[in-house]
């Protein structure tokens, strides 16, 4: 809903995809790791195999972020690099583990989009197609919805109609795009310009001066 809004998103998911992609440093140490039995006929990493097998044993999972980490981070904020390049002033950072991964430290406002936990548990399984227990156990392997919640700048409550969402997410875009404190300007590309342009006339009328 952002992207149609012309707002760009930073999808960790996609990242993390990149980051298992064939032959990549990621790749490498995972199948290092895990063994051979994790690969497609193709060579790729089985994403639903090796989700099996980290979202059933905590110290699977553990090992798999500890070995991702590096790459997803750098990857997303190389994407954010780019898009304060361009000068995009607000930027949609899209990451399931947010706070587990400790990134909530780098985002304003924090936005979760809340269900309750039957809504969540049959949207999981509709999506991936797959059992209850396998919906569960990645369900319990991440920190609860209600936990996330409490810990938002902004509740989006997704349990009811696609109009009540729609309008839920208007509220929130105004939100998001108003104007930009003087922090996040200064923060912004315009404003890092406006501080280097600031610093080059003052060193040239300094050379004037005393020279």
Do not use: C
């Amino acid at each position: 809903m952002f992207k149609h809004n012309h707002i760009p998103v930073v999808d960790a998911d996609i990242i993390a995809r990149d980051a298992l992609k064939k032959n990549s440093g990621g790749y490498k140490k995972v199948v290092a790791a895990f063994g051979p039995d994790i690969l497609q006929d193709d060579g790729q990493v089985d994403r639903l195999k090796l989700g099996r097998i980290v979202f059933s044993d905590a110290s699977k999972r553990q090992l798999l972020n500890r070995l991702l980490a590096p790459y997803i981070s750098s990857g997303i904020f190389l994407e954010i690099f780019k898009l304060w390049i361009k000068g995009h002033k607000v930027i949609v950072l899209d990451i399931p583990l947010l706070f587990e991964a400790k990134m909530d430290k780098w985002t304003k406002p924090i936005v979760v989009v809340w269900v309750d936990p039957e809504t969540q548990l049959r949207r999981l399984m509709e999506r991936d197609n797959s059992t209850e227990e396998d919906a569960r156990n990645r369900i319990n392997a991440q920190m609860s919805l209600d936990l996330k919640k409490s810990q938002a700048d902004i509740v989006i409550d997704n349990t009811g109609s696609r109009q009540d969402l729609q309008e839920r997410f208007s509220e929130v875009l105004s939100q998001v795009k108003r104007p930009l404190t003087w922090t996040e300007f200064w923060l912004s590309r315009d404003g890092a310009l406006s501080a280097l342009l600031g610093v080059i006339i003052g060193v040239l009328a300094g050379k004037k001066l005393f020279w």
